[in-house]
């Protein structure tokens, strides 16, 4: 099993970009899934994008074309790269890696979008 630490997050305008990242210790990264989701006050969490050991992504309609999942297995990190934030991705933000029937969270980085 793997210990997630999420870090990048903090407040920008909008229209603005941030980068969250995703370290992971322990062993198999590379063969986890990755996700990042995400809870705002009062709603319940909900997925943001995964990316497959392959690398392959998804993402919610709702950040499609603004946000980018990748990783970086030899540095055992995830990466979410946020551009034209709006004030609705306001959220604490959380890294997910599941394997076979394995799953960690991270504590979460809040992001605040607000002029």
């Known amino acids: 099993q793997v210990q997630l630490v999420e870090s990048g997050g903090g407040l920008v305008q909008p229209g603005g970009s941030l980068r969250l990242s995703c370290a992971a210790s322990g062993s198999l990264f590379n063969l986890y899934v990755m996700g990042w989701y995400r809870q705002a006050p009062g709603k319940q969490r909900e997925l943001v994008a995964t990316?497959?050991?392959?690398?392959?992504?998804n993402y919610a309609d709702s950040v499609k074309g603004r946000f980018t999942i990748s990783r970086d297995n030899a540095k055992k990190t995830a990466y979410l790269q946020m551009n034209s934030l709006k004030p609705e991705d306001t959220a604490v933000y959380l890294c997910?890696?599941?394997?076979?029937?394995?799953?960690?969270w991270g504590q979460g980085t809040q992001v605040t979008v607000s002029s």
């Open positions: 990316i497959t050991s392959g690398g392959s992504t």
């Open positions: 997910n890696a599941r394997w076979s029937l394995t799953e960690s």
